[in-house]
């Protein structure tokens, strides 16, 4: 799954919409294939900012972020630029990449969490 620049001009009060929504997030995560990878960036460090926290927050502690990501990835690891990260890196800015990739054992990890979940209501 890649998801790049979701936001058309970031100036404008109109466009301040945000595309990534729980339910969004939920619903890649939940399709996304054991191993399967998410790449995101921005051009906008505020949005890759709010973008990681998302998928944290909401990705029901499947995914885990590649390699322990703890900076921005300096390439995109795919090879092949979008039309506006091309724009964005000839005029020297930054682009804000991470990769986030679904665990094999998501569902035996989902499974014990709401086994004990359930357990612990009726401590």
């Not at 399967?36 to 990681?52: N, P």
């Amino acid at each position: 799954i890649f998801l790049q620049c979701p936001n058309p001009d970031f100036n404008k009060p109109e466009h301040r919409w945000r595309m990534l929504q729980r339910y969004l997030i939920e619903a890649v995560v939940d399709l996304l294939a054991p191993n399967g990878k998410i790449f995101l960036q921005s051009d906008v460090e505020a949005v890759a900012i709010r973008m990681k926290e998302q998928f944290l927050r909401y990705g029901k502690g499947k995914l885990d972020l590649e390699h322990g990501q703890s900076e921005w990835l300096e390439e995109n690891p795919f090879g092949v630029r979008s039309d506006w990260e091309k724009h964005v890196l000839e005029r020297g800015a930054p682009m804000y990449r991470m990769m986030f990739s679904k665990s094999s054992d998501a569902r035996e990890k989902m499974q014990l969490r709401e086994r004990n979940a359930k357990t612990n209501v009726f401590r």
